[in-house]
């Protein structure tokens, strides 16, 4: 029996994460799964082999350490195979203004949501290309495609990065013969998961009305699908895809504005 793909995911341990395993194990990939809290990657991958009678790999790594990726890579190694696929989905919130938090903790965010993707796509794109096969899907926001904001400073520009990044690397594996190895950028917006409890909003994002918010699991499937495609770039839902084109074409001025004036909805009382 050939062996199966194996598909990388980073904050696999909740969420969009953990429905992304659930979906990829579905369709007959075996899993890595990497994040910070062991006793959960050890459930779901119990949850993963049991369900979907698949192979898994946990890899218990904070990727705010520079050795991060190295450290998951070479573990992958050491079992004998080798990254098909990648989700780039670790990420959080960092609460507050750049005036009142610390650089280490900026500097932390910027490593886990934009280096560690980017250096990751980097170490495993070459054997994806030699193997003429790869699936990257790095996990932006509908953030990317807004005025940046009054609080969570580096939130849309990390995010906006990931969007272009994603771009560049579908471009470049199409323009280099590469038609199997595909780069998409998922770009969800309010979903329903553990990130606004990690960053403090969730009281504030619990008043927004519900028909701005997505399950995870439609999410992750257009993202999938996307990808299956090669498109560059997904926003899923109607009510997002409608706010991405609004945003596109409202005046700068008065984007910044609207902005501007819902920012301090998703800011902790303390960060005044």
Same mark, same amino acid.
């Given at each position: 029996?050939?062996?199966r793909k194996?598909?990388?995911i980073t904050?696999?341990s909740?969420?969009?994460?953990?429905?992304f395993?659930?979906?990829?194990?579905?369709?007959?990939?075996? %899993?890595?799964?990497?994040?910070?809290?062991?006793?959960?990657?050890?459930?779901?991958?119990?949850?993963?082999?049991?369900?979907?009678?698949?192979?898994?790999?946990?890899? =218990?790594?904070?990727?705010?350490?520079?050795?991060?990726?190295d450290? %998951?890579l070479?573990?992958i190694?050491?079992?004998?195979?080798?990254?098909?696929?990648?989700?780039?989905?670790?990420?959080?919130?960092?609460?507050?203004?750049?005036f009142? /938090?610390?650089?280490? #903790?900026?500097?932390a965010?910027m490593?886990v949501l934009? /280096?560690?993707?980017?250096?990751?796509?980097h170490?495993?794109?070459?054997?994806?290309?030699?193997?003429?096969?790869?699936?990257?899907?790095?996990?932006?926001?509908?953030?990317?495609? /807004?005025?940046?904001?009054n609080?969570? =400073?580096?939130?849309?520009?990390?995010?906006?990065g990931?969007i272009?990044?994603s771009?560049? %690397?579908?471009?470049?594996?199409?323009?280099?013969g590469h038609?199997?190895?595909?780069?998409?950028?998922?770009c969800?917006g309010?979903t329903?998961?553990?990130f606004? #409890?990690?960053?403090?909003t969730? #009281?504030? =994002?619990?008043?927004?009305?519900?028909w701005m918010?997505?399950?995870s699991?439609?999410v992750?499937?257009?993202?999938?699908e996307?990808?299956?495609r090669?498109?560059?770039v997904?926003?899923?839902g109607?009510?997002n895809?409608?706010l991405a /084109?609004?945003i596109?074409v409202?005046?700068e001025?008065?984007?910044?504005?609207?902005?501007g004036?819902?920012?301090?909805?998703?800011?902790d009382?303390?960060?005044?």
């Open positions: 029996m050939a062996e194996l598909m990388l904050g696999a909740a969420g969009i994460g953990a429905e395993a659930r979906q990829y194990a579905a369709r007959g990939w075996d %899993i890595a799964l990497t994040a910070r809290r062991a006793d959960r990657l050890d459930k779901l991958a119990r949850e993963l082999e049991e369900h979907h009678k698949v192979a898994t790999i946990v890899v =218990t790594q904070d990727l705010a350490r520079a050795n991060s990726v450290t %998951i070479k573990e190694k050491e079992a004998g195979r080798h990254v098909d696929g990648v989700v780039n989905n670790a990420g959080y919130g960092l609460p507050g203004t750049f009142n /938090t610390s650089w280490k #903790d900026q500097a965010f490593r934009y /280096t560690a993707p980017i250096e990751l796509t170490k495993v794109l070459g054997g994806m290309a030699e193997r003429g096969f790869g699936r990257i899907i790095n996990v932006a926001s509908l953030a990317g495609y /807004t005025p940046g904001s609080g969570h =400073t580096l939130y849309a520009s990390v995010k906006s990931l272009k990044f771009e560049s %690397i579908q471009a470049e594996a199409k323009a280099a038609e199997d190895v595909h780069c998409t950028a998922l969800p309010f329903w998961s553990e606004h #409890d990690v960053n403090g969730r #009281d504030k =994002t619990n008043e927004m009305p519900s918010w997505m399950e699991a439609p992750v499937e257009a993202g999938i996307a990808c299956e090669g498109q560059p997904v926003v899923p109607a009510v895809k409608g /084109t609004l596109k409202l005046p001025p008065l984007g910044r504005m609207l902005v004036a819902q920012s301090k909805r998703f800011r009382a303390g960060d005044d």
